[in-house]
């Protein structure tokens, strides 16, 4: 039989100075036995369980495919995504048949560009989480089920993001139909060619959006939403004023036309967070070569929350879910008066160099935005389940006075060696033994779904929340999905 003992760290022994380390048996000695399995599924999954066969209903085919297309060909955001798409389409072809004027197409292309910007600011994120974190407890599962989906608002972004565009491909059609150059003036060639430079932008920021473009070029998906935008929104602010001048009355027409008031909404939100982009000092204190914690005395963080730093204002900015330092145990004077911090470790170009070079100063901007572990506030119980530097989302649960009652399962490599006694004394304060794998004592990862299994079971768990790359999050969230848990993982555009 395999050797599938974890450590557990208990508490402090203070007298040698060191974490009482305890190995037990947590997970099944090969794979979850038919009984273990079938007890940790909702009643209606247990009367269905093959118990000789040794194999749980949603094993079987035509289950299996169902949880697939449910949970990942159809799953929230895919949803989503296509209810923005397919509102947006039926009436751009009732529209186009009935016969529409090019301003009707260029207003509804506004509508959801505004409707995909401001499901990225900050103060609309803040309050949308707000909202629908404020479920209580009590609540019944399905309203929780439901709220807790609030992380693939992405699903609209994008939908209503391609939908502007298949609005504003109908305006520029219908006005070239109806531009004659023999009777045109050099207004009408200048909107002509606003139009179609508008046209490229907006078909740019679709392309690199792809998650394929997405996943291997980041940098370059940044920029372009960044610098498209801007120039999206300079360029249809000319093309409004130079339309208006057609119009009888300039102050008339734009007044009465939707996409004005719109592009002045769209305008004041994109502005915002640059109007509190500052440079901060940050504490960098060394964990290990793999990881660095940075602290920050520049505001005060909540549970949930997340701030975006740069080294250079125009170049890649980078999102980090934040901690508070209160629960700080420290002896080190220029540790004292921080107020919050993040963990970083080495996943790419930006954070091995920040790792080497361990910054001073760092850019910021808008304010502190709640994220993805902010629903888990609305269980009463729930299992955290992480690996690597993972661990710095999860401890934002610190900051919240009435957490849920948790267990912690982290897998990461040498915990201790990579990222101190101090990030274990917080982890302990969120689960007094939290079950800690140590891949570097077998040199590989250990399968997490056994392990999750038994935790909610014992622990009789509401939710597990999945904090890891992406392949270990699909696969952990689809395997308790698909066994009635509820289970949630940040997405790719969470």
Same mark, same amino acid.
């Given at each position: 039989?395999?050797?599938?003992?974890?450590?557990? /760290?208990?508490?402090?022994?203070?007298?040698?100075?060191?974490?009482?380390?305890? &190995?037990?048996?947590?997970?099944?000695? !090969?794979?979850?036995?038919?009984?273990?399995?079938?007890?940790?599924?909702? %009643?209606?999954? *247990?009367?269905?369980?093959?118990?000789? @066969?040794?194999?749980?209903?949603?094993?079987?085919?035509?289950?299996?495919?169902?949880?697939?297309?449910? /949970?990942?060909?159809? $799953?929230?955001?895919?949803?989503?995504?296509?209810?923005?798409?397919?509102? $947006?389409?039926?009436?751009?072809?009732?529209?186009?048949?009935?016969?529409?004027?090019?301003?009707?197409?260029? $207003?509804?292309?506004?509508?959801?560009?505004?409707?995909?910007?401001?499901?990225?600011?900050?103060?609309?994120?803040?309050?949308?989480?707000?909202?629908?974190? %404020?479920?209580?407890?009590?609540?019944?599962?399905?309203?929780? &089920?439901?709220?807790?989906?609030?992380?693939?608002?992405?699903?609209?972004? %994008?939908?209503?993001? #391609?939908?502007?565009?298949?609005?504003?491909?109908?305006?520029?059609?219908?006005?070239?139909?109806?531009?004659?150059?023999?009777?045109?003036?050099?207004?009408?060639? @200048?909107?002509?060619?606003?139009?179609?430079?508008?046209?490229?932008?907006?078909?740019?920021?679709?392309?690199?959006?792809?998650? +394929?473009?997405?996943?291997?070029?980041?940098?370059? =998906?940044?920029? #372009?939403?960044?610098?498209?935008?801007?120039?999206?929104?300079?360029?249809?602010? #000319?093309?409004?004023?130079?339309?208006?001048?057609?119009?009888?009355?300039?102050?008339?027409?734009?007044?009465?036309?939707?996409?004005?008031?719109?592009?002045?909404?769209?305008?004041?939100?994109?502005?915002?967070?640059?109007?509190?982009?500052?440079?901060?000092?940050?504490?960098?204190?060394?964990?290990?070569?793999?990881?660095?914690?940075?602290?920050?005395?520049?505001?005060?963080?909540? =549970?949930?929350?997340?701030?975006?730093?740069?080294?250079?204002?125009?170049?890649?900015?980078?999102?980090?879910?934040?901690?508070?330092?209160?629960?700080?145990?420290?002896? $080190?004077?220029?540790?004292?008066? !921080? *107020?919050?911090?993040?963990?970083?470790?080495?996943?790419?170009?930006?954070?091995?160099?920040?790792?080497?070079?361990?910054?001073? *100063?760092?850019?910021?901007?808008?304010?502190? +935005?709640?994220?993805?572990?902010?629903?888990?506030?609305?269980? %009463?119980?729930?299992?955290?389940?992480?690996?690597?530097?993972?661990?710095?989302?999860?401890?934002?649960?610190?900051?919240?006075?009435? &957490?849920?009652?948790?267990?912690?399962?982290?897998?990461?490599?040498?915990?201790?060696?990579?990222?101190?006694?101090?990030?274990?004394?917080?982890?302990?304060?969120?689960?007094?033994?939290?079950?800690?794998?140590?891949?570097?004592?077998?040199?590989?990862?250990?399968?997490?779904?056994?392990?999750?299994?038994?935790?909610?079971?014992?622990?009789?768990?509401?939710? #597990?929340?999945?904090?890891?790359?992406?392949?270990?999050?699909?696969?952990?969230?689809?395997?308790?999905? +698909?066994?009635?848990?509820?289970? /949630?993982?940040?997405?790719?555009?969470?």
């Amino acid at each position: 039989m395999e050797d599938r003992t974890v450590v557990v /760290y208990g508490e402090k022994d203070w007298k040698k100075d060191e974490i009482i380390e305890t &190995r037990i048996d947590l997970s099944y000695p !090969t794979s979850p036995t038919s009984s273990d399995l079938s007890s940790s599924l909702p %009643s209606p999954l *247990k009367e269905k369980a093959d118990l000789e @066969a040794q194999t749980t209903p949603e094993q079987e085919p035509t289950q299996k495919h169902l949880g697939f297309i449910r /949970y990942t060909a159809l $799953n929230v955001y895919r949803r989503l995504f296509t209810l923005a798409f397919i509102g $947006n389409i039926i009436p751009l072809i009732i529209y186009l048949v009935k016969g529409a004027e090019p301003l009707d197409l260029v $207003n509804a292309s506004a509508i959801n560009l505004a409707v995909c910007g401001l499901c990225r600011q900050p103060l609309v994120l803040n309050f949308l989480y707000l909202i629908f974190g %404020s479920v209580p407890r009590s609540a019944p599962t399905t309203i929780k &089920r439901l709220a807790c989906r609030i992380f693939h608002l992405g699903g609209v972004h %994008s939908g209503t993001g #391609v939908a502007s565009l298949l609005w504003y491909i109908g305006f520029a059609g219908l006005y070239t139909h109806q531009f004659n150059p023999s009777t045109t003036t050099p207004t009408g060639i @200048a909107v002509l060619a606003l139009i179609y430079s508008v046209f490229a932008l907006l078909l740019s920021i679709i392309i690199v959006a792809h998650p +394929t473009i997405r996943r291997k070029h980041h940098d370059v =998906f940044e920029l #372009v939403h960044r610098f498209a935008n801007w120039g999206i929104l300079a360029l249809f602010w #000319v093309l409004l004023f130079l339309l208006g001048t057609q119009a009888p009355s300039l102050g008339q027409f734009l007044l009465h036309l939707p996409a004005f008031w719109i592009l002045i909404l769209l305008t004041v939100a994109t502005i915002h967070p640059w109007l509190l982009l500052r440079k901060v000092t940050v504490t960098p204190e060394p964990l290990s070569p793999h990881a660095v914690r940075l602290h920050f005395d520049h505001t005060t963080v909540k =549970f949930g929350q997340g701030i975006q730093v740069a080294k250079h204002p125009l170049k890649d900015w980078h999102s980090f879910a934040c901690f508070p330092d209160r629960f700080d145990n420290v002896k $080190n004077t220029a540790l004292e008066s !921080t *107020k919050f911090s993040c963990i970083v470790s080495k996943a790419g170009d930006w954070t091995k160099d920040t790792i080497l070079t361990q910054p001073t *100063k760092l850019w910021k901007r808008g304010v502190p +935005t709640y994220g993805f572990g902010y629903v888990f506030r609305m269980f %009463s119980r729930i299992i955290v389940v992480t690996t690597g530097s993972g661990i710095g989302p999860c401890l934002s649960f610190l900051a919240d006075e009435n &957490r849920p009652k948790m267990r912690v399962l982290w897998q990461t490599r040498s915990p201790m060696k990579t990222y101190g006694e101090r990030t274990l004394g917080l982890v302990r304060r969120m689960d007094e033994q939290p079950v800690i794998i140590d891949t570097s004592e077998k040199g590989k990862r250990e399968e997490m779904l056994p392990q999750v299994l038994r935790l909610v079971k014992e622990f009789e768990a509401e939710a #597990v929340c999945v904090i890891s790359n992406p392949a270990v999050t699909k696969d952990v969230v689809f395997g308790l999905e +698909t066994r009635g848990i509820l289970a /949630y993982g940040p997405i790719f555009d969470s």
